[in-house]
């Protein structure tokens, strides 16, 4: 069993950047694929990024590239978001998951495709 806990969700100007955290309980961390997913308003929840267990591979929507980076701690049991030039459309609810390992890539997006979620945390950009 896994506990997953967002932080880190605000308010921000359109081009600004954000820091979301995760905090995981339990001693497996270290052997969960992590995502992160968000869900605008009105929408579907979407997926973001993932994270391999060892931090070796990563994957991002492409509406996200080049300005949200993933990583994790896997000492510190924490997976974190690191959002640069924020866009009014990127205003959503972010929830972390942990899926198993390995997850097969043609399913990396899948909500499906993950055991635990965290319970959200708001992201909101003004333009």
């Known amino acids: 069993q896994v506990q997953l806990v967002e932080s880190g969700g605000g308010l921000v100007q359109t081009g600004g950047s954000l820091r979301l955290s995760c905090a995981a309980s339990?001693?497996?961390?270290?052997?969960?694929?992590m995502g992160w997913f968000r869900r605008a308003p009105g929408k579907e929840r979407e997926f973001v990024a993932i994270?391999?267990?060892?931090?070796?591979?990563?994957d991002y929507a492409d509406s996200v590239k080049g300005r949200f980076t993933i990583s994790r701690d896997n000492a510190k049991n924490t997976v974190y978001l690191q959002m640069n030039s924020l866009k009014p459309e990127d205003t959503a609810v972010y929830y972390c998951?942990?899926?198993?390992?390995?997850?097969?890539?043609?399913?990396?997006?899948?909500?499906?495709?993950?055991?635990?979620w965290g319970q959200g945390t708001q992201v909101t950009v003004s333009s």
């Open positions: 998951a942990a899926g198993p390992s390995p997850l097969r890539f043609e399913i990396r997006t899948g909500i499906s495709s993950y055991d635990y």
């Open positions: 339990g001693r497996t961390f270290s052997s969960y694929v």
């Open positions: 994270i391999s267990r060892n931090s070796g591979s990563t």
